[in-house]
């Protein structure tokens, strides 16, 4: 198994401009979420979604959709970015109990 | 409010000695609390959980004590390793696995 994937490692995007972050997992985990992490930070939940077809808010939402069309995808859209969406991004899964999340490798995005 | 708070952003022990990474919480209606350790570049990663009505669980070189009287928990590691040096994240479970995560604290073996 893979486990969760993450794409792209590494992203630079003027302000106002829109992009998706991938995420993937192959576990068939129900549960899937996306945090965000800043420097000296920890992670903040943006979104999550317990099963396809059903997402909902987290801590820090605004700025950021998602969808859950399949099981194995849950990408994260930025509509228009700004500066103070710079962070790391990580996308999580978990099946069973849900505190065993298990974290890809991340995005490190740059808004400029 | 909520928050979970780690009371020392580093910390550097020997290797071969025990350490402790302390957290304290202010939700007393948590029924979850996990650690997650964080090396660098990478995503974190479950070490152990513990549920409310425990004071103590042990895993593998890792125990998690949990003193509701005081909101307090730690994370014991014993005969730290190089390998162990990481970010360590305490995390207590808001609502339904949506967890809310301290700061962090930074471990640092030294050899």
């Known amino acids: 198994n893979a486990g969760v994937t993450q794409t792209p490692k590494f992203q630079v ?4 401009q829109s992009m998706t972050l991938q995420c993937a997992q192959d576990m068939n985990h129900e549960y899937m979420s996306w945090y965000r992490q800043d420097p000296g930070m920890g992670l903040r939940l943006i979104h999550y979604s317990v099963g396809a077809g059903i ?22 859209r930025l509509l228009s970015a700004a500066p103070s969406q710079t962070s790391v991004y990580f996308c999580a899964s ?10 890809g490798p991340g995005t490190r995005l740059t808004v400029t | 409010g909520e928050s979970v708070g780690l009371h020392l952003p ?27 350790k964080q090396e660098s570049g990478k995503g974190p990663q479950f070490i152990i959980d513990i549920r409310s009505n425990m004071d103590k669980r042990q895993g593998q070189r890792v125990t998690v004590l949990l003193n509701k009287t005081v909101k307090h928990l730690s994370l014991q590691i014993a005969a730290t390793q190089p390998g162990d040096s990481a970010v360590y994240f305490c995390a207590e479970n808001k609502w339904g696995g949506k967890l809310i995560f301290g700061q962090g604290t930074e471990l640092s073996v030294k050899p």
């Open chain 2, 10 to 36: 580093t910390l550097s022990v020997q290797e071969g000695d025990n350490s402790i990474i302390n957290c304290a919480y202010s939700n007393s209606a948590s029924d979850y609390f996990i650690w997650y």
């Open chain 1, 94 to 103: 978990t099946q069973g109990n849900p505190y065993e999340q298990y974290f």
């Open chain 1, 13 to 16: 995007l003027k302000t106002g």
């Open chain 1, 55 to 76: 997402t909902d808010q987290g801590e820090v939402p605004n700025g950021y959709n998602v969808s859950r069309s399949t099981t194995e995808d849950f990408p994260l």
